[in-house]
């Protein structure tokens, strides 16, 4: 009798196993087909969208020796933040990228010879002094180098937009806090400060002089460090060998009032003189920004030996010359969303500047661009339920609480030259609640008196992205940080 209940028991497990396999096959073949259906949609995984809660560096490898493995500052890989992950705050965000924005555009043409250097000065300020909070950078991702000898740590968050590189350093007047201790010029045999006649006393330091030293000041609205321009030794190791710079002018700050997020200073990637590639032999770097929080990317700086990858990677031309502008200003030359062209003039994406800043976050639009994006996501998103704005700059965003998945076109930038970068999911969407019940559209409207075109770092995510300065180009290449 027993024997014959525990026999049907069983068939009855069989049985519910065998629908259950049906179902989940059922789902994955569902799956499939969609994706099959979709060359121009993303299908997304909304877990995936989640702050992640491990640090993964095996998604990384590091090019070659003059490569450094790249953090986001909110990430569990984040050395910063106590190795918790801090989840990005996007009002607080929005608001910096506003300010930076405003900064940018104060510093895109720089009147070299025409007008006063007051009068340029006077504009800069009057730029500047906006917001009530520093706002040098919105950058998000930063590298460990060592400064000195012997060496000692300095954590910099990479800005394309700025021109000089600093560090927070003894002996300190103020300094905000930072998570490793503060640079010792004492301690290093190699380190010497500038001396005003120095031809490394750079005009981009906006250098004063006092006791025959070459002092510098930079300032972003109320935030500012100044301290003394010096030179010292920069090593940068990994697991291939030893890069150094020597000697390597930069600013060691003894009176920093920005606040940087944990990081002792801010490494600047622009084309000026001053900064850290303009200083290297081969000018040139490229980067990838790690897709999600939870994994690294790179930087390397010169050209990478790898010629299989550097045959994929598109050139587009740099508009300006580097007197007229710090910034890589490229030309956009139209967008898709689905493999469907946004419907304006194409004289619309011509009439504002465009340029690349990995120190702002999302990508501003000019206001003509961005209603176009925005009701073409809207229409292709129409099945979901949009929820109402959560702020004035996000106002296309939806509730995805209750998917497992779901489905969000592709969208493509093109460049002058037919260079298409095609974006990474996070550089499409970007959580605003970490509940999932505010997912947003990942761009923002420039002011309507100020439209410009800024390409932000949510958008390289994932992408390799090459910056030329002698060759006057920037390019992209596929690689997704692997
Ligand atoms: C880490 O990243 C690799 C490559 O992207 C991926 O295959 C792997 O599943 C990830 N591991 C975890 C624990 O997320
Ligand atoms: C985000 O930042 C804003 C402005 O600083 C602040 O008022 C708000 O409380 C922050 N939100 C969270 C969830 O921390
Ligand atoms: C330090 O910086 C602040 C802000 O720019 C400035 O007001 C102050 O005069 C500076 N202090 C010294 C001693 O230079
Ligand atoms: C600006 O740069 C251009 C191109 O590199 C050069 O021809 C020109 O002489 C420069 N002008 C000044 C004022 O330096």
Not at 332 to 340: K, L, N, S
């Amino acid at each position: 009798m027993s024997t014959y209940i525990s026999m049907i028991l069983r068939f009855l497990l069989q049985a519910f196993f065998l629908f259950l396999c049906l179902l989940c096959s059922v789902k994955n073949s569902y799956a499939k087909q969609a994706e099959a259906q979709c060359s121009d949609c993303h299908i997304v995984e909304v877990s995936s969208l989640l702050p992640p809660i491990v640090c993964n560096r095996t998604s990384t490898k590091v090019p070659n020796k003059a490569s450094l493995e790249v953090v986001s500052k909110y990430g569990p890989c984040s050395t910063i933040n106590e190795g918790k992950a801090k989840s990005p705050n996007y009002t607080e965000i929005l608001h910096k990228d506003r300010a930076r924005a405003k900064y940018i555009q104060s510093r895109i043409f720089r009147p070299k010879h025409s007008g006063s250097d007051d009068d340029d000065h006077l504009k800069r300020t009057e730029a500047l002094t906006v917001g009530a909070e520093p706002f040098l950078s919105n950058g998000e991702f930063y590298i460990t180098v060592s400064l000195g000898t012997p060496r000692q740590v300095v954590t910099l968050l990479l800005d394309t937009g700025s021109d000089i590189t600093w560090t927070q350093c003894k002996p300190c007047l103020k300094c905000f806090k930072q998570k490793t201790p503060l640079f010792d010029p004492t301690k290093s045999s190699t380190y010497s400060s500038v001396p005003c006649r120095s031809k490394a006393c750079l005009p981009d330091f906006q250098p004063t002089c006092s006791s025959n030293t070459c002092f510098y000041s930079v300032s972003y609205g109320s935030g500012s460090s100044d301290g003394h321009v010096a030179t010292e030794k920069l090593t940068i190791m990994n697991g291939f060998g030893t890069f150094v710079k020597y000697p390597y002018i930069f600013g060691c700050g003894t009176n920093n009032s920005a606040d940087i997020d944990g990081v002792t200073g801010l490494m600047g990637l622009a084309r000026t003189p001053s900064s850290f590639i303009s200083q290297t032999s081969q000018k040139y770097f490229s980067y990838c920004y790690p897709s999600s929080y939870g994994s690294t990317g790179y930087i390397t700086f010169g050209k990478s030996d790898d010629d299989i990858k550097n045959k994929f990677v598109k050139f587009t031309p740099i508009t300006t010359s580097p007197n007229q502008s710090l910034f890589y200003d490229i030309m956009v030359t139209g967008m898709t969303i689905a493999g469907e062209k946004l419907p304006v003039a194409s004289s619309e994406y011509t009439k504002s500047e465009t340029v690349t800043d990995s120190g702002t976050t999302l990508t501003v639009l000019p206001p003509s661009l961005y209603v176009a994006l925005r009701s073409a996501f809207r229409k292709q998103m129409s099945k979901y339920k949009m929820i109402k704005p959560v702020s004035d700059e996000l106002d296309t965003c939806y509730d995805f609480r209750s998917y497992d998945e779901v489905v969000i076109p592709k969208i493509s930038f093109f460049f002058k030259g037919g260079v298409e970068l095609e974006l990474d999911v996070k550089g499409i969407m970007v959580l605003y609640k970490k509940d999932l019940s505010q997912v947003c559209l990942a761009f923002q409207k420039a002011d309507p008196d100020n439209p410009i075109f800024i390409l932000g770092n949510s958008q390289l995510r994932g992408k390799e992205v090459h910056h030329d300065i002698v060759g006057q180009r920037v390019g992209f290449g596929p690689g997704g940080c692997s």
